[in-house]
């Protein structure tokens, strides 16, 4: 087993106080916390995944392809707002799978 020490504000610190004491097995209470998390994190993720699929058909390209070419500044998918939108949206789309990787 092992103890976590956190420093919160003391309003924070009495809710969560009060959620942990609430059961009986803290567990239970973590996962949950876990998967409500995931859950937001997939939620995201889905529509992020939305958008660069109306890039990927609006350009006719895989985001993969897309994002590859653009950091390495190889043709035109450097110069417009959508693809640096479209490279934005795919770096958050791979740093909220990261955080899901680590928490599932």
Do not use: H
């Not at 409500?36 to 058909?57: C, D, H, P, S, W």
């Not at 006719?60 to 640096?84: L, R, V």
Request: aromatic content about 14%.
């Amino acid at each position: 087993m092992t103890k976590i020490t956190i420093e919160l504000n003391n309003d924070l610190a009495q809710k969560i106080e009060y959620l942990v004491n609430s059961y009986a097995n803290k567990n239970i209470l973590f996962e949950r916390f876990i998967g409500n998390y995931k859950k937001e994190i997939e939620e995201g993720i889905n529509k992020m995944n939305a958008t660069l699929k109306t890039y990927e058909e609006k350009y006719n390209m895989s985001s993969e392809s897309f994002y590859y070419k653009f950091e390495k500044g190889e043709g035109e998918e450097t110069d417009t707002t959508d693809f640096m939108i479209w490279a934005g949206v795919y770096e958050m789309k791979l740093k909220s799978e990261n955080k899901l990787k680590k928490i599932s």
